[in-house]
């Protein structure tokens, strides 16, 4: 289902009411999918659609409010779409609902919640599992690796065991290094020159570096952030990454296409 030649841009659609990037204005189902259709209109892969919001510092949410939030703008876009959905929870009961209606789960907690592993193995879709030291509230204090890679590798090496001891086939699997999630800037730096030393799992990476603090950090101005955004999804990409996760669907496939029209040699 995921298998491509190409890489594919995921626009990220918020329904959370913090996200910095909707200022709140998803809470409508009809005003999130409007935003899902703008981004498929830019050329958007896969719409990843998620309820909780995992900032640094953010406060989990309940089992209901997730769904209230996450269920009917899935099942609006699913009415219109035949495009690729994803969601992005780590909940087993939103896991379970919307598994009838979408195309991958994306649980930036990797199964790890009560119930996740069993309601993943039930829906037969594709499943990324992210890396996160921590939880969202806590993981920005401090964290530290004993070697940053390694520690990474060998959490979705045991991930993975316990996926297929749960009868999901390894080929279901995705996996994501988790930019920003319990690392510092010179953390996600390294992930992202290293990246491609994550394709010894030999499972298609995602990656998602999108409008996060160390590009700010980087480029400075709000301004910038698109073009360090870009620019990060392409050094992923170049480094084997097979998802980018993105806000600026329309920017990012316009470099993609720049770097693919190059690779192939001809005019897309
Ligand atoms: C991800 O990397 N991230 S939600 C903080 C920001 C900007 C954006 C401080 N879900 C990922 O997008 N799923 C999220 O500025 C994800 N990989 C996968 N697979 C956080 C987010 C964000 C956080």
Same mark, same amino acid.
Request: overall charge negative.
């Given at each position: ?6 890489? /594919?841009? !995921? ?24 935003? &899902?259709?703008?981004?498929?209109? +830019?050329? &958007? ?7 909780? =919001? ?29 495009? %690729?959905?994803?969601?992005?929870? *780590?909940?087993?009961?939103? !896991? ?7 195309? /991958? ?8 919640? *009560? ?5 993943? $193995?039930?829906?037969? %879709? ?5 890396? !996160? ?5 806590? !993981? ?16 979705? =090496? ?27 800037? +010179?953390?996600?730096?390294? %992930? ?20 996060? *603090? #160390? ?7 709000? $301004? ?8 990060? $999804? ?27 029209? #190059? ?6």
């Amino acid at each position: 289902m995921l298998a491509s030649k190409r890489p /594919l841009v !995921m626009g990220i659609l918020n329904v959370t009411p913090d996200s910095f990037s909707d200022g709140g204005s998803y809470q409508k189902p009809e005003i999130a999918v409007q935003h &899902a259709r703008r981004m498929l209109a +830019e050329g &958007a892969d896969i719409i990843d659609i998620g309820g909780e =919001s995992t900032r640094p510092g953010a406060e989990p949410i309940t089992e209901q409010i997730e769904l209230d939030r996450v269920v009917p703008v899935v099942q609006l876009l699913r009415s219109e779409t035949d495009a %690729l959905i994803s969601v992005d929870t *780590s909940t087993a009961a939103v !896991m379970q609902e919307v598994s009838p209606m979408c195309d /991958l789960i994306n649980d930036v907690r990797a199964l790890t919640r *009560s119930g996740a592993i069993a309601a993943a $193995a039930d829906s037969g %879709l594709p499943i990324c599992l992210m890396h !996160m030291r921590g939880e969202p509230k806590t !993981m920005q204090d401090h964290p530290v690796y004993d070697n940053l890679i390694s520690d990474i590798i060998n959490f979705f =090496s045991s991930r993975i065991v316990i996926c297929e001891a749960a009868n999901i086939d390894r080929r279901r699997l995705l996996v994501d290094p988790g930019f920003g999630f319990g690392k510092t800037p +010179e953390d996600n730096l390294i %992930l992202l020159n290293r990246l491609a030393e994550f394709l010894c799992l030999e499972l298609p990476i995602l990656v998602g570096l999108s409008r996060k *603090s #160390t590009i700010s950090k980087i480029v400075g101005s709000e $301004a910038a952030l698109t073009i360090g955004s870009v620019v990060g $999804a392409m050094l992923a990409i170049n480094s084997g990454a097979s998802i980018v996760r993105v806000h600026d669907v329309a920017e990012t496939v316009a470099a993609l296409s720049m770097a693919l029209a #190059t690779k192939r040699e001809q005019i897309l």
